[in-house]
């Protein structure tokens, strides 16, 4: 009895640290081109823009599959997030390319929109009274703790293939990073917008581990760690990539040993408490580093 009670522990610690430390270097890695091209704010709403399609996604499987609420299928959920935003993404571009307005006021307004489609439909899901609400909920904070197998699975071949899909391409995305001109006269992204769309990939697969709300800080904080460090750009990529996954499995580890705290804080004040230490250590050193000494 002893034994199956231990193994049981031991494979779901398993599960938690695998699906926390590939979804978290994912968004650590992509996290690097994001901030380096400006698109932290765009990440931003398209975590808040899931909202709605994982509402959406639970309200599909109440329709289609009544039964399955209890556990709804993680893959509808993703879907729906995916979906949603897409959608957003494309409003946002739509609209700073027709509009007079600027990028960080259709970030704006696309954000807000979306999210409060997404509470609404809450609200919708909380009076009708279905079994799993809480497979919702646990979007918004980030809840390693309940992941299962099935939702490890899916995360894991998402991860991959992000990951694959990056080697691929990866001298696109350098270009993309250094030399927007160039992939501009080149027609890089015409026949898809690939940053929008790694960024996409990456918010959906991080929802699970760290929750929208707080999406944000994994794919930006590692990225600025190594960018204090004065790291070079393929360091970056491994420095930010190690470092999303390390804070995602010890906060994913905590929330699971410690019930009732939510993996998405425990990982940001973990990330929060490295960027502030490298700010600091960065402060002291250039203050007490000696002036160079000039040739007589």
């Not at 399609?53 to 299928?73: D, K, N, R, Y």
């Not at 960080?104 to 279905?130: K, P, R, T, Y």
């Not at 979007?139 to 099935?150: E, I, K, Q, R």
């Not at 804080?265 to 960065?282: E, H």
Request: a negative charge; one cysteine or more.
């Amino acid at each position: 009895m002893t034994d199956s009670v231990f193994l049981a522990v031991h494979y779901n610690v398993i599960v938690v640290l695998v699906t926390a430390s590939l979804s978290g270097g994912l968004c650590g890695l992509i996290g690097v081109l994001g901030v380096m091209r400006g698109y932290s704010l765009v990440s931003d709403a398209l975590a808040h823009a899931t909202l709605p399609g994982l509402a959406l996604g639970f309200l599909l499987v109440v329709a289609i599959m009544p039964e399955s609420t209890l556990t709804p299928p993680f893959f509808w959920l993703l879907l729906g997030a995916g979906l949603t935003a897409s959608l957003a993404l494309l409003s946002i571009q739509w609209i700073t390319r027709n509009t007079p307005l600027s990028s960080d006021s259709a970030i704006a307004s696309v954000l807000a929109f979306f999210f409060a489609v997404g509470v609404a439909l809450l609200g919708i899901i909380q009076e009708l009274d279905a079994v799993g609400q809480a497979g919702i909920e646990r979007f918004l904070l980030g809840n390693l703790a309940t992941t299962t197998f099935d939702e490890a699975v899916v995360v894991t071949g998402l991860a991959c293939f992000v990951f694959t899909t990056f080697l691929v391409l990866k001298k696109e995305m350098f270009a993309l990073c250094f030399d927007p001109l160039f992939c501009a006269t080149q027609r890089i992204e015409k026949g898809a917008p690939l940053m929008p769309i790694f960024l996409l990939l990456a918010t959906v697969s991080g929802i699970q581990t760290i929750g929208l709300i707080l999406l944000v800080a994994l794919l930006t904080l590692p990225a600025a760690c190594g960018m204090v460090l004065q790291l070079s750009f393929y360091r970056l990529l491994v420095f930010a990539s190690l470092q999303g996954a390390s804070a995602s499995a010890l906060g994913g580890l905590i929330s699971y040993l410690y019930e009732g705290l939510p993996s998405g804080a425990l990982i940001v004040l973990i990330l929060s408490a490295q960027f502030a230490s490298l700010v600091v250590w960065r402060l002291v050193t250039r203050t007490h580093t000696p002036p160079p000494i000039e040739p007589s």
